[in-house]
């Protein structure tokens, strides 16, 4: 089993910047994709953002891409979203996943239902 426990969560004005952080412990040893999801009150669960062990590709939802960066540390068992020109539709409670299965395709790095690991989620809301 994986456990995974996100920090970094808060309230911070429009154009404002959050570094959200997943920390996996348990048998992080088969891992092989984590990423990121939210879910604002009243709305489904959408991706944010995903990145794969081999070769490390990260993948980012339309909304996000060139404000959101991914990351990961394979020494820490850690990876983190940097999430910079926030606005107040990025308000939601952020999610980190994992699984066992090295993901290579948006399609399928973008399924919640293919994550086998979540965390309880930390709130982030922006205000205008």
């Known amino acids: 089993q994986v456990q995974l426990v996100e920090s970094g969560g808060g309230l911070v004005q429009a154009g404002g910047s959050l570094r959200l952080s997943c920390a996996a412990s348990g048998r992080t040893f088969s891992i092989r994709t984590m990423g990121w999801f939210r879910q604002a009150a009243g709305k489904e669960r959408e991706f944010v953002a995903a990145?794969?062990?081999?070769?490390?590709?990260?993948y980012y939802a339309d909304s996000v891409k060139g404000r959101f960066t991914i990351s990961r540390d394979n020494v820490k068992n850690t990876v983190s979203l940097q999430m910079n020109s926030l606005k107040p539709e990025d308000t939601a409670v952020y999610y980190c996943?994992?699984?066992?299965?090295?993901?290579?395709?948006?399609?399928?790095?973008?399924?919640?239902?293919?994550?086998?690991?979540w965390g309880q989620g930390t709130q982030v809301t922006v205000s205008s």
């Open positions: 996943a994992a699984d066992n299965s090295n993901y290579r395709d948006y399609a399928t790095m973008a399924r919640s239902p293919e994550y086998d690991y």
């Open positions: 990145i794969n062990w081999s070769p490390g590709t990260t």
